[in-house]
């Protein structure tokens, strides 16, 4: 089974910056997307940022610019550097990855598809 550790977030005051990580275990085969989102409460999770297997990204406009997402296949991490951070973006920001892996059933180990998200990380944009 996957899983994802997410880490980094935390307070910061406006226009300043912020790195989270997320960082994936288990036997990944293939991925087929990963990247960012954010949730405010009471609101829908909204799409931040994709990067491909090919680290080709994609970013909402709001963030262009200022947001930008990697990976690092040797760690299996993937990371989202936050500058010039407004305090309407305190949200907490889920990493999520859809891949296929390897999944122990029983005694055995079968290939399964599926998305898998990390367990949230708060970011608190205030002065």
């Known amino acids: 089974q996957v899983q994802l550790v997410e880490s980094g977030g935390g307070l910061v005051q406006p226009v300043g910056s912020l790195r989270l990580s997320c960082a994936a275990s288990?036997?990944?085969?293939?991925?087929?997307?990963m990247g960012w989102y954010c949730q405010v409460p009471g609101k829908q999770r909204d799409l931040v940022a994709t990067?491909?297997?090919?680290?080709?990204?994609n970013y909402v406009n709001s963030v262009k610019g200022r947001f930008t997402t990697s990976g690092d296949n040797a760690k299996k991490t993937m990371y989202l550097q936050i500058n010039s951070l407004k305090p309407n973006e305190t949200a907490v920001y889920y990493c999520?990855?859809?891949?296929?892996?390897?999944?122990?059933?029983?005694?055995?180990?079968?290939?399964?598809?599926?998305?898998?998200w990390g367990k949230g990380n708060q970011v608190t944009v205030s002065s």
């Open positions: 999520y990855l859809d891949a296929i892996y390897y999944e122990q059933v029983g005694g055995t180990f079968e290939i399964s598809r599926g998305e898998t």
């Open positions: 288990g036997m990944i085969l293939n991925i087929y997307s």
């Open positions: 990067i491909s297997s090919t680290d080709s990204t």
